[in-house]
């Protein structure tokens, strides 16, 4: 059976995919606390309402445009302060704390949408990260949609996105897997594309909408040539594949100029944003397109 594949969960938003702000740390204290501990800590301090969602947006590389955004987790703990998912990603590895955190993301996510919604602005796709062991349970989409619908959002403003492993991989590669969530509108993106266990041979089996593009790709652009020869290859690529790309880590203005020779490109990084509390203080925000509201017929 399809739902029956068996993955691992610990790669769900590695560490190297988040990246310090102002006031916020990773905690030695907290990251070598027992197993266990830690993960009853994280599922109390989860229902004590200590976790937030940040939101950094997504936008074209060739206006600036805002396209959508992407939902990151905070730990605002009492004692420490706010704490990136480094200081407790390990207890993803609990199935228990994968669900409760996931499925936290998601309803907040709907809340906030629905917020934004009810208030009178234009609409845009919110990415959450979800574990390959989630996804591939046959209630997930079912869950999804309800919470969504609670909320007065249509599914389709929620993408589901995956990251680079290779139990992402073998998911994405099987046939079918993604049909239900595809029936509520919802898009699939894989992240981090490029390093670990993706390869070109795989792009033609990925049963995915949206690539995200690791930021070790961008990193030497636009000064090391063989770097850019590299870069360009791939999103010449995608282009022609029909995906969705985004590019992740463009920090420089060096950087998004060179991107911009492709006007379809999507881009995420410090340049354009650093992760906000608040859909309101994601920069362009309220000049998003409202054609996102069709993504769901």
Same mark, same amino acid.
């Given at each position: 059976?399809?739902?029956?594949?068996?993955?691992?969960?610990?790669?769900?938003?590695?560490?190297?995919?988040?990246?310090r702000?102002?006031?916020?740390?990773?905690?030695v204290?907290?990251?070598?606390?027992?197993g266990?501990?830690?993960?009853?800590?994280?599922?109390?301090?989860?229902?004590?309402?200590?976790?937030?969602?940040?939101?950094q947006?997504?936008?074209?590389a060739?206006?600036?445009?805002?396209?959508?955004?992407?939902?990151?987790?905070?730990?605002?703990?009492p004692?420490?302060?706010?704490?990136?998912?480094?200081?407790?990603?390990?207890?993803?590895?609990d199935?228990?704390?994968?669900?409760?955190?996931?499925?936290?993301?998601?309803?907040?996510?709907?809340?906030?949408?629905?917020?934004?919604?009810?208030?009178?602005h234009?609409?845009?796709?919110?990415?959450?990260n979800v574990? #390959?062991?989630?996804?591939?349970? =046959? &209630?997930?989409?079912?869950? /999804?949609?309800?919470?969504?619908?609670?909320?007065? !959002? *249509?599914?389709?403003?929620?993408?589901?996105?995956?990251?680079?492993?290779?139990?992402?991989?073998?998911?994405?590669?099987?046939?079918?897997?993604?049909?239900?969530?595809?029936?509520?509108g919802?898009?699939?993106?894989?992240?981090?594309?490029?390093?670990?266990?993706?390869?070109?041979?795989?792009?033609?089996?990925?049963?995915?909408?949206?690539?995200?593009?690791?930021?070790?790709?961008?990193?030497?652009?636009?000064?090391n #040539?063989?770097?850019?020869e590299? =870069? &360009?290859?791939?999103?010449n /690529?995608?282009?022609?594949?029909a995906?969705?790309? !985004? *590019?992740?880590?463009?920090?420089?203005a060096?950087?998004?100029?060179?991107?911009?020779r492709?006007?379809?490109?999507?881009?995420?990084?410090?340049?354009?944003?650093?992760?906000?509390?608040?859909?309101?203080?994601?920069?362009?925000?309220?000049?998003?397109?409202v054609?996102?509201?069709?993504?769901?017929?």
């Amino acid at each position: 059976m399809k739902h029956d594949v068996i993955m691992r969960s610990m790669n769900w938003a590695p560490a190297n995919r988040w990246r310090r702000t102002p006031r916020e740390r990773t905690d030695v204290t907290m990251m070598t606390q027992p197993g266990d501990h830690l993960c009853q800590r994280v599922r109390k301090g989860l229902r004590a309402g200590e976790f937030q969602l940040a939101f950094q947006g997504v936008y074209h590389a060739g206006t600036g445009a805002l396209s959508s955004a992407e939902a990151l987790i905070r730990w605002m703990h009492p004692k420490n302060g706010m704490l990136l998912p480094s200081a407790f990603i390990g207890t993803i590895a609990d199935p228990a704390v994968a669900s409760e955190m996931t499925h936290f993301v998601i309803d907040s996510t709907c809340s906030q949408l629905g917020s934004w919604q009810r208030e009178g602005h234009s609409m845009f796709p919110i990415a959450v990260n979800v574990p #390959p062991s989630l996804v591939a349970k =046959a &209630s997930f989409a079912q869950r /999804l949609e309800h919470c969504a619908r609670s909320h007065g !959002v *249509v599914p389709g403003l929620l993408q589901v996105e995956l990251s680079e492993a290779e139990d992402a991989t073998k998911i994405l590669a099987s046939k079918g897997l993604m049909d239900e969530l595809r029936e509520i509108g919802v898009r699939i993106a894989i992240d981090d594309f490029g390093t670990g266990y993706s390869s070109l041979a795989m792009l033609s089996a990925l049963d995915v909408d949206v690539v995200k593009l690791a930021k070790e790709l961008l990193v030497p652009v636009p000064d090391n #040539p063989r770097a850019c020869e590299v =870069a &360009s290859a791939i999103l010449n /690529l995608l282009e022609k594949l029909a995906m969705t790309v !985004v *590019v992740e880590g463009v920090e420089t203005a060096a950087q998004a100029q060179w991107l911009a020779r492709w006007p379809n490109v999507l881009a995420q990084g410090f340049y354009y944003a650093r992760p906000m509390f608040g859909l309101s203080n994601i920069p362009e925000c309220k000049r998003a397109p409202v054609k996102h509201l069709q993504l769901v017929g």
